[in-house]
């Protein structure tokens, strides 16, 4: 076929930039909105799913990792007794308040753990180690979180709860969905400043023995502990991720911005596309006239659309791509894993593709007669 | 041998308003492979809505078309465009040529409608473009081309389908005298060395000369033919001129 819809295309430069700005907005706009959205489910869930466990034990009606409440240390031990159960460790993960030098309070989420365990320990560790927790008042927080805290360098003192804190490491990207960062210690720790009582913990965090059934030993923890109840990891991260993405409207929010930017393409494509087409009404009128018959007309304003298309999505991408790694500092993570990058030619594709059925509705009623009407 | 057009008590009444405008009415005509037929007549007489019927993109309110022998009258315009893509070529008084390809090109598309494409199609377009005359201007643009040049890339784009007809709607109106009589004549060889069948629509009289038959259309209808009204006037003058003429 000889290039005639790359050539319509390119013939008026200006049309085909305003074409592929269209494009490039909607496609920066949905990347960052879903990126958002991904960036935020993931943060939600990120102690649960870095946690390491299998199960997670929590009281009863526990909707989601913050909401934690404290129950009997001595579940513990009936947890650790059940068969198939190779390690349990009781956690804490609560708010506290944290006092910056200048005096100001911020609000921070504290995870008590056992620094000798394998479970819900910090991870991306950039400086000090989770042994270093063991020193005396020590705390693990992330580099991204320095200046809302007013914290530059390990060893400075602050104050949990009112009682001393002293940083003794940094993480790097672990980043909380709240406004409350995670502030990691160990279970002693976060009893201090957290309150809760010394026989008290919040949730018990469960790794199964090489071999052992999930359900049986779920089952099994539900047997031999009262008023408990048992997630698997997987099941919890999406409660979690539920919770803060949809009953909160936050994530509904995101997701309505980024099919926004897909009407916003779309509008802008099928404008521009179905300008172009009445521009070269009467070189259709021609093709029809010729023989052509409607797919051949319809396979040259689909063409249109895919090339700008693809013109669209590669300088879209290469735009998102700069804002996904400016994000990377900033408290909100833009995330572009690469199925979504994958799905999100696709859907480029298909927003233009679908534009131009307006186009091609138009041309499908062009009167092939038109050619002699001068 | 069928004729390659036999129109039969063709009517076309276009809607408008409650009664409706008739443009043909009861009309028969038949042209013939290797005969160039000029249509002439008065604007508004049907010229113009006989050879869009005779061309398949107008379908005739009654009556009957027939193209190289099939009945074409009753088809829908899904099933018109295949007959018009097998047995029809248009030249029209625009020239109607793609202005953002190519004059090899606009050829080309042609060819890959018939399915011939890549180095074929090319070799048969610069093959079509020397025919016509310009086969120097494969890669010039429409834009960059003379009115004439265009008409010949037009001719050339309607002879790539390897038409039996070719329909042409003032060809020469955009073009000066000369380079209208040399389009004209063209078309005539098309029609009497290739044996297909030529129908021109047309206000030139200067060209009727090259006319094999010419039909005049009044009011939606034949009127005698120009060629006898013609014979009559001289009969008048000179019966012994009006026997040799005829």
């Known amino acids: ?374 | 041998m069928h004729p390659a057009i036999a129109v039969r008590e063709l009517t076309k009444t276009y809607a408008e308003g409650a009664s409706g405008v008739p443009a043909l009415r009861g009309l028969d005509l038949d042209v013939h492979p290797g005969e160039l037929v000029m249509l002439v007549g008065p604007s508004g007489s049907g010229k113009t809505t006989l050879l869009s019927i005779m061309g398949c993109i107008l379908s005739p309110s009654t009556g009957s078309v027939q193209i190289s022998g099939k009945e074409v009258s009753q088809l829908k315009q899904k099933e018109l465009a295949p007959i018009r893509l097998s047995h029809i070529g248009f030249v029209f008084q625009g020239f109607n040529l793609f202005p953002t390809l190519t004059a090899g090109e606009n050829v080309e598309l042609m060819l890959d409608l018939k399915g011939v494409r890549g180095d074929a199609a090319k070799t048969r377009a610069g093959q079509l473009l020397e025919q016509v005359g310009i086969g120097e201007k494969y890669n010039s643009f429409p834009a960059d081309l003379s009115g004439g040049q265009k008409q010949r890339v037009a001719i050339a784009r309607a002879l790539a389908g390897e038409p039996d007809i070719i329909l042409a709607d003032e060809p020469t109106a955009a073009l000066d005298s000369h380079t209208g009589r040399k389009v004209i004549e063209m078309m005539r060889e098309l029609a009497h060395r290739n044996g297909r069948a030529v129908v021109i629509v047309t206000h030139d009289s200067r060209l009727l000369e090259f006319a094999d038959r010419m039909v005049r259309i009044e009011d939606g209808l034949i009127a005698q033919p120009v060629v006898e009204v013609f014979a009559e006037m001289l009969l008048r003058q000179d019966p012994g001129v009006a026997a040799t003429t005829a």
């Open chain 1, 1 to 374: 076929m000889p290039p005639l819809a790359r050539r319509n295309l390119f013939h008026d430069k200006v049309r085909l930039i305003v074409t592929v700005t269209g494009i490039v907005f909607a496609v920066v706009l949905i990347v960052v909105e879903l990126g958002l959205f991904v960036g935020f489910t993931e943060t939600t869930s990120s102690l649960i799913d870095h946690s390491g466990a299998d199960l997670w034990v929590t009281s009863r009606h526990v909707p989601y990792v913050e909401l934690g409440v404290p129950f009997s240390e001595r579940k513990l031990y009936q947890v650790r007794a059940v068969p198939g159960v190779q390690e349990a460790q009781k956690i804490i993960s609560r708010w506290s308040q944290w006092k910056r030098a200048d005096g100001r309070q911020e609000s921070v989420q504290i995870i008590g753990i056992d620094a000798d365990s394998t479970l819900a320990q910090p991870w991306s560790l950039v400086q000090g180690t989770e042994q270093d927790l063991k020193r005396p008042d020590a705390v693990i927080m992330d580099e991204i979180y320095k200046q809302k805290l007013g914290v530059s360098q390990v060893g400075e003192l602050f104050e949990i709860g009112g009682h001393r804190a002293r940083i003794v490491g940094f993480t790097h990207g672990i980043r909380s969905f709240t406004t409350s960062p995670y502030v990691f210690t160990t279970f002693k720790n976060a009893q201090v400043f957290t309150n809760v009582p010394d026989d008290q913990a919040i949730f018990i965090l469960v790794k199964l023995a090489p071999g052992a059934n999930v359900e049986q030993v779920r089952q099994g923890i539900l047997g031999n502990v009262k008023d408990v109840e048992v997630f698997t990891s997987r099941e919890f991260s999406h409660m979690t991720q539920f919770y803060w993405m949809f009953t909160t409207g936050a994530g509904v929010a995101v997701l309505l911005a980024a099919v926004l930017g897909l009407v916003v393409g779309f509008v802008v494509v099928a404008q521009t596309i179905y300008a172009t087409t009445v521009d070269h009404l009467k070189e259709f009128g021609t093709l029809k006239a010729m023989g052509a018959p409607n797919s051949y007309v319809y396979k040259v304003i689909i063409t249109q659309a895919a090339i700008s298309a693809v013109m669209g999505y590669v300088l879209g991408m290469i735009v998102s791509a700069f804002v996904v790694r400016a994000s990377q500092s900033g408290g909100a993570a833009i995330l572009m894993p690469w199925p979504m990058a994958v799905g999100m030619f696709f859907l480029t594709l298909l927003m233009c593709v679908s534009a131009a059925l307006v186009s091609i509705n138009k041309v499908t009623r062009l009167d092939p007669a038109m050619v002699f009407k001068g």
